[in-house]
């Protein structure tokens, strides 16, 4: 029997047989903490046109940033890590983890792991804060892929910053990924969560590959003003609401949306002010939950068509301002721009809500 299961055994004998006496001399004798910092470096001796770098965490929040002044390194982390509770006095940082690792002049990736040892004292609610600090260069493209187990990813993109693939990945924990303007990704965008929202903000970006979300239990939200996308676009929800806001957004190809959630409802908001400049089809999908669409463009060149199904539940269409649609059958309803024929590019999607209404609130104007 390993030791750590040997004293928690004996501490639980001790607290049944005396109560609480023993339990509060137990934390009054053992309570302690540990602080660890340290910060690892990468600076390759022959750079690649683009670098990869992967972090994989057991517990903690990861937050990305790129430098603000200049600075020799292709990367920093940072690493901050506190813990505190029961037992945890006279412990050390390898009771808790494995020995952390730091790959950054043997492999063509670098890496950087934290990797949490099963520790029994757990149960006494040890508290343990982790942060991970990732500054990336301005001026190097990267393809990163992040993964934590337990903890959020925040990343922070500024302006005119170029990027190959940016896959996100937490297990329990929230991603925000914000995007200023004239980033470029020049990969694919994959955020995924089993428990925990998702957001993603860009302004002005360049998609030239897939955007991809998915989540099983939370939120999800996209909010894109004046960008252009090269791709399919899929966000999908087990449980939780999913959130479509769309500003002027240009396609560079004819692409197909899927927005889909089995517990939850979805909004979509679209506003085209100027060419879409391609054809977009797509499905928005839920099981249990309501679908409710604002949509405005204002360009005779642009039209939309949405075909409604519900199964137990009403289709309804709500007119904006003038108009310019016309609704026709019940279930499926089509609710169709007057100038959707001649339009010279087109929003194209069928509604689905198995128990749920579907509300399409529109506005068409033939400018």
């Known amino acids: 029997m390993r030791r750590s299961s040997r004293i928690l055994l004996i501490i639980i004998a001790v607290c049944l047989v005396t109560g609480g006496t023993a339990f509060g001399v137990l934390i009054y004798t053992t309570w302690g903490e540990i602080d660890y910092e340290n910060i690892y470096f990468y600076n390759p ?30 990367a920093q982390v940072d690493l901050n890590i506190h813990i505190e509770g029961i037992l945890v006095k006279d412990s050390s940082l390898s009771d808790f983890f494995h020995p952390i ?30 942060q991970i600090n990732l500054t990336l260069r301005t001026d190097v493209i990267y393809d990163l892929n992040i993964l934590t187990s337990t903890g959020a990813i925040v990343m922070n993109i500024p302006d005119n910053i170029i990027l190959n693939n940016t896959i996100l990945e937490a297990s329990t924990g929230s991603i925000l990924l914000n995007a200023s303007r004239n980033t470029t990704f020049q990969g694919n965008v994959g955020l995924s969560t089993t428990t925990g929202t998702i957001s993603f903000y860009a302004k002005q970006a360049n998609f030239t590959q897939d955007i991809s979300a998915y989540t099983s239990t939370g939120d999800m939200g996209f909010n894109f003003t004046k ?38 409802s979805i909004g979509v908001t679209i506003h085209q002010y100027n060419e879409i400049e391609a054809n977009i089809t797509g499905s928005i999908l839920t099981s249990t939950g309501s679908v409710n669409i604002y949509y405005k463009d204002y360009l005779a060149t642009v039209g939309a068509k949405f075909t409604c199904t519900t199964s137990t539940g009403s ?47 529109a506005e068409s104007l033939e400018n």
Do not use: H, M
């Open 315 to 361: 289709n309804n269409y709500i007119p904006l301002g003038s108009g310019g649609f016309t609704e026709s059958g019940v279930n499926p309803k089509t609710i169709q721009s007057n100038d959707y024929n001649d339009a010279i590019n087109k929003y194209t999607f069928s509604v689905a809500a198995s128990t749920g209404s579907i509300t399409v609130q």
């Open 45 to 74: 001796s022959s750079p690649s046109a683009i670098e990869q770098i992967n972090i994989n965490s057991d517990i903690g929040s990861v937050f990305i940033t790129y430098n603000k002044t200049p600075t020799e390194y292709y």
């Open 101 to 130: 690792i730091w790959e950054n002049d043997t492999s063509p990736v670098t890496s950087f792991t934290l990797d949490a040892k099963a520790t029994t004292w757990f149960i006494f609610g040890v508290n343990q804060q982790i």
């Open 227 to 264: 960008c252009v996308i090269g791709g399919q676009l899929t966000g999908i929800v087990s449980t939780g609401y999913i959130g479509f806001r769309s500003y002027n957004t240009k396609y560079t190809g004819t692409y197909t949306w899927k927005l889909q959630s089995s517990t939850g």
